[in-house]
């Protein structure tokens, strides 16, 4: 499972494009709203959770596809499936490599874009706190839509409309507890329904993904 | 006698030959009934003035949006656990229904919102809600007509719609953390309140209610023929070409 996932991240990073698709994206929004919005302080803190939180969803969307298209066209997906791990284990592999591509990369570099979209100070410890609890989830999600789509040609956009409204109940949460740490409320009770929404993916949805993908390999 | 005879094609196409016609009717009768009565033969309400009428379309397509995402829940499971075809075929066909539904739902709504709250859509819990559910309706679709194998279809929407019925709950409770809302409760089923609806409303309400379930019944009963022949004719084509 070790090799599996150094061999995920190993291509991430080499072949270029899948690493660097979401950082960039999550900048470009994080550029983008002020230049539309207007520079206006106190609108752009209105908005900064919010729209940090849509900014690092998107960008873990653009990636999705990645995590098991290119698998499943060169055959490696049929030589891991009789491999010795489960698939589920494969799944989950694939999921984390996802996860540290892209969620742990949004949430390590979100500050500075906190900075751009001038959220308040309270709010920092919060975004970095949620997005570390929310994009787990984001990852397990993702890989389940894109096991249910691998056999589809050009899938991206059926893809992109069976996660969207899973991902809702995450984003919510999450906009919440950045929103509420902003405003220096009581955070507890969105944060700790965002870390049940990513442990109860992380728990569940590889074996729904599993099954998916044995399907599709059928 | 089980209720599993219906799972074979045949016993299915034969009952349900005979059944449809009955259902067809009586939702004809009872949604006809129902709405001229709702529409024309009651009073206005004293605040609402004749827009409260809309509650005869908009409560029964509201109530079955719901119930026809959880009978395809049912029937996925059927087909997972017991691979019985008719029934992966009946979610398939209840889909588009339910969206309908739903879109009934949230366009009546939006004409009752208009005068009655001043705007077409406001982002409350409810109708957040309801906009996610028809969501989950297209990506099912989309997700039934972009696989080709009929049976890897039927397998990946049925994980889809167990994955997607736990989502849409916490969606429903997730977007309550917005605030409460502009929608009323529902008043139908409120206990221990006499006459929750004046009895004028709430008769013609129960007699659409009913008209819609019998609609439901009988346009997924009708898809479904429509699927069970398609997939026949599919099977008599392949044979062709082999022979």
């Given amino acids: ?214 399907v599709n390999l059928r | 006698m089980s209720i599993w005879e219906y799972a074979n094609p045949k016993k299915f196409m034969q009952t349900s030959a005979w059944a449809l016609p009955w259902v067809a009717g009586l939702a004809a009768v009872s949604l006809g009934v129902g709405l001229v009565w709702g529409f024309f033969l009651t009073p206005d309400d004293y605040k609402q003035g004749s827009t409260v009428k809309i509650i005869f379309l908009h409560v029964p397509s509201a109530m079955m949006a719901i119930n026809a995402w959880v009978m395809m829940l049912v029937a996925s499971l059927i087909w997972l656990i017991r691979r019985h075809h008719v029934s992966a075929l009946a979610a398939k066909a209840a889909a588009p229904v339910g969206l309908t539904f739903t879109a009934i739902a949230l366009v009546t709504g939006a004409f009752w919102g208009q005068p009655m709250w001043g705007t077409w859509w406001a982002w409350d819990p409810r109708l957040t809600a309801f906009l996610i559910l028809a969501l989950f309706y297209l990506g099912y679709i989309a997700l039934w007509e972009a696989v080709e194998n009929p049976d890897t279809a039927a397998d990946l929407t049925a994980v889809l719609c167990m994955v997607g019925s736990v989502f849409a709950v916490l969606s429903r409770y997730a977007v309550k953390f917005w605030n409460q809302g502009l929608h009323q409760d529902s ?9 929750p609806i004046a009895p004028a409303y709430y008769l013609p309400l129960i007699v659409c209610i009913a008209g819609f379930v019998l609609l439901f019944v009988a346009l997924v009963l009708a898809r479904t023929r429509t699927e069970i022949r398609a997939r026949r004719l599919q099977a008599l084509l392949a044979r062709e070409r082999l022979a």
């Avoid at chain 1, 080499?14 to 207007?38: E, I, K, S, T």
């Avoid at chain 1, 929310?134 to 096991?147: D, E, H, K, Q």
Wanted: aromatic share 6%; net charge neutral; charged share 10%.
């Fill in chain 1, 1 to 214: 499972m070790m090799s599996l996932l150094v061999r995920d991240l190993r291509l991430a990073f080499r072949a270029g494009g899948g690493f660097g698709l979401g950082l960039a994206f999550f900048l470009l929004v994080a550029v983008l709203v002020p230049l539309g919005v207007g520079p206006e302080g106190s609108t752009l803190a209105k908005i900064a959770p919010g729209i940090l939180w849509v900014g690092a969803l998107l960008a873990c969307l653009l990636s999705l596809d990645r995590i098991f298209a290119l698998d499943f066209e060169d055959g490696s997906l049929d030589l891991l499936a009789t491999s010795p791990i489960p698939m589920e284990g494969v799944v989950a592999v694939k999921a984390l490599a996802h996860w540290l591509v892209t969620g742990l990369a949004l949430t390590l570099v979100s500050p500075v874009l906190g900075v751009l979209m001038n959220l308040p100070p309270a709010g920092f410890f919060w975004l970095v706190a949620s997005l570390l609890a929310g994009t787990p989830a984001l990852s397990v999600i993702g890989a389940f839509g894109a096991a249910l789509t691998v056999g589809v040609k050009r899938g991206g956009l059926l893809l992109s409309l069976l996660v969207l409204p899973l991902y809702v109940p995450t984003l919510i949460f999450g906009a919440e507890v950045v929103k509420r740490g902003a405003q220096g409320a009581e955070v507890g009770t969105p944060l700790l329904l965002l870390a049940g929404i990513t442990a109860g993916s992380v728990a569940l949805l590889p074996f729904a993904a599993a099954a998916a993908i044995r």
């Fill in chain 2, 187 to 195: 008043t139908i089923m409120k206990v221990g309140e006499k006459d």
